[in-house]
């Protein structure tokens, strides 16, 4: 089962933006890049966090001092394997991205 939230950060300032490219190779030697923006942030109590933004054309919107608003995709999947024993056991996967930056009205 997939299930998906969203969470909003306020007052978050943007410091660095750095894209991220990773070539792979799946199992029949195809390969893969996988895409992504790493993007710091600080927040109003000058904690750093980092974030990941599936959208490359996006890099123009962070910019260093950038104050504003960060909308997050949470996605949590629960899944039943089993293993190698065939017995079935609980698997969860959550990823978090940016859904979208929204920058205060007069701000950078």
């Not at 997050?72 to 978090?96: F, M, Q, W």
Request: with cysteine; proline share 4%; glycine share 6%.
């Amino acid at each position: 089962m997939i299930q998906t939230y969203f969470t909003e950060m306020p007052n978050m300032e943007c410091r660095k933006v750095t894209p991220l490219i990773n070539p792979w190779t799946d199992e029949k030697g195809v390969e893969h890049e996988s895409k992504k923006l790493e993007v710091s942030f600080d927040t109003a109590e000058c904690d750093r966090v980092v974030l990941y933004d599936k959208n490359m054309e996006n890099e123009s919107k962070y910019q260093r001092g950038t104050i504003g608003k960060v909308v997050l995709r949470i996605t949590t999947e629960s899944t039943v394997k089993n293993d190698k024993n065939g017995r079935p056991y609980s698997a969860e996967k959550t990823t978090i991205f940016i859904e979208d930056f929204v920058t205060k009205k007069g701000g950078k």
